[in-house]
């Protein structure tokens, strides 16, 4: 896939369908700025937070060498889109509990491309 290749999801909040054009090429760039101090987008790779490569679809608290808070291991989450989105806002309200100190990212198209970019970590 292209770096730079758009496309759109819909992703579904209390029964509202929302529409948003993702830039994979611009969540990379937001993933390095706000998420890679702490999370590597390489498999295997643990920093503060576990690595983040086969994120999305992968259950919580299931990343092989990484200590997780009990919040986390027991949460039951499934990191798909909707659920990465809800928890890219607001981490603590969506965990709480979790030991990620990150206040969220609160724009809804900067969570859709860090999202897009996630997806391409296979």
């Not at 993933?31 to 999305?56: A, D, T």
Request: proline share 7%; net charge positive.
């Amino acid at each position: 896939m292209h770096p730079n290749f758009s496309f759109a999801t819909l992703l579904v909040f209390g029964g509202i369908t929302m529409a948003y054009g993702q830039d994979i090429a611009t969540g990379q760039k937001l993933f390095r700025s706000q998420c890679g101090i702490c999370h590597s987008p390489q498999p295997g790779r643990n920093i503060i937070g576990p690595s983040l490569f086969g994120v999305v679809g992968r259950h919580s608290g299931r990343v092989a060498n990484f200590h997780y808070s009990q919040a986390n291991l027991q949460s039951g989450l499934t990191w798909d889109p909707t659920t990465l989105d809800r928890y890219l806002t607001a981490p603590q309200q969506v965990v709480p509990g979790t030991l990620m100190s990150f206040p969220g990212l609160k724009n809804a198209q900067e969570r859709a491309d860090v999202i897009a970019f996630l997806a391409t970590l296979q």
